[in-house]
Structure formats: C-alpha cells, structure tokens
C-alpha cells in the first residue's frame, strides 16, 4: 500500500465556519507533511510532523492548526479562513530518516478547498 | 537556503516526439537529491525520476531521463516518446540529504501538453 488518502476531496467554507482535512498513510512512515498550493503554482510547506511531533511550522496563520494523533494520522483543523486561503491542500508522507533507497515523498490527491 | 528555478512554463510536444524540460538550481549543500515530479489534473504529486547527488550516472526510468550537470547545477529531465499521458505539471525538486525529514524545495513548474 504505498497510498495517502486525504478526505474530503472537496470543501467549501464559510468564513465563520471550522472544518478539517484528514489524510492517512499506512506505509509506516514517521514524517508527515502538510502543502499548501495555488493554481499554476509549486506546493508551499506549512507544517512537519516527525515522530508525531511538530518539528517545522513555516510561519503559518494560527487560524490553521495542525494534529497528528498518530502515526497514521495527520489533521489540519481550519477556523476563521479567510477568501485568499482558498486554494489544494496536499498531504504527503515519507520515511524521516533513512538510506538512500526511501527518499520518496509520497503525496495525497488533495482537498480543494473553497472559502467563501 | 537553496533556490529551483523553471524557465520554461509551458511546451508542448507532439505524441512520440521527444521533449526537455530544464531545471536549474542553487544551493551551498555538497550532498543532496533532485528529483522531478508530475501532477497531472487528477492532482496527486507523482514521482518520475530521482537523482543522487553523489552518483556521476545519470538516472534513467524508462521513457524518462535527466541529464545531471552538478558543477553547472542543472537537471533538465528528458522525455522519450511522449504520451498524451505525459501531459501534466512538471516539478523539478531539491532535498537536502542529511536531514530528518523530507523537505522538498520546489520549482515553479513547468507545465507540459501532449499534443496529438
């Protein structure tokens, strides 16, 4: 099983509203990632988790708040969203540390995320 | 902290043609990986070729190529008898190698179409 599954795979929210995007890995990977991409742009880092601990915090607004439960597990609660963070959030995962031969981050298919 | 640069927005090629996409990149670090990525419109990041520093030999995966030029810091990726499944975003992507997590830093992309 080499999938990350993210759900929902669609979302539109009112700016008072709170939601969460889920994504689960099953491949025993310790390194958990959150991206956020716009249109016709490169995935920007938000958020690390490693050993289920926050390692990296790419000075993302608090009204994002990240949770990693468990080793397979990894939310991003959403609060307070402004129109302008609407845009795909991309899960990844991977091995935090290794050889050579386990280099690969693997990527969710995204929650696209409407905020209205 | 390193940079990735894509020159080339778009190209398009014709089916079974064969096509180049260049990346340049900048960093301090001696040891590390490039990588190309592909997101197509289904969205899920998807790994197409993977590059270790160290190695002189330039990796192949089938239908794909790169040519590795560490002194001059460039990657370009080569693609062989295009597909019409080719078509799809292009990322070229550094990581450093001897770091706890996989941080990827990306280009800005390059978008490819398959023309047939």
């Known amino acids: 099983d080499t999938e990350v599954t993210q759900t929902p795979k669609h979302l539109v929210m009112g700016m008072t509203n709170k939601k969460s995007l889920k994504c689960e890995q099953h491949?025993?990977?310790?390194?958990m990632y959150w991206y956020k991409q716009k249109a016709k742009k490169p995935p920007e880092l938000m958020f690390v988790y490693s050993y289920e601990k926050l390692s990296i915090n790419e000075s993302v607004p608090s009204r994002f708040s990240p949770e990693c439960p468990n080793s397979s597990l990894l939310n991003l609660h959403l609060h307070a969203l402004q129109p302008e963070d609407s845009a795909l959030y991309l899960c990844?995962?991977?091995?935090?540390?290794?050889?050579?031969?386990?280099?690969?981050?693997?990527f969710g298919q995204g929650t696209r995320l409407t905020v209205v | 902290a390193q940079t990735v640069t894509q020159s080339q927005p778009e190209m398009s090629v014709q089916e079974a043609e064969t096509v180049t996409l260049s990346c340049t990149y900048d960093?301090?670090?001696?040891?590390?990986?490039l990588f190309w990525y592909k997101q197509p419109p289904s969205r899920q990041m998807i790994l197409v070729i993977r590059q270790e520093a160290y190695k002189q030999q330039n990796a192949t995966e089938n239908r794909f190529s790169v040519n590795f030029q560490k002194a001059a810091k460039s990657f370009s990726l080569k693609i062989s008898d295009s597909q019409l499944g080719d078509t799809a975003m292009y990322f070229c992507a550094f990581m450093k190698r001897w770091v706890s997590a996989r941080q990827l830093t990306f280009g800005s992309g390059t978008q490819l179409t398959v023309l047939p």
């Open positions: 491949m025993g990977h310790r390194a």
């Open positions: 990844a995962s991977s091995q935090e540390k290794g050889t050579d031969m386990n280099t690969e981050a693997f």
């Open positions: 960093t301090s670090e001696n040891n590390y990986y």
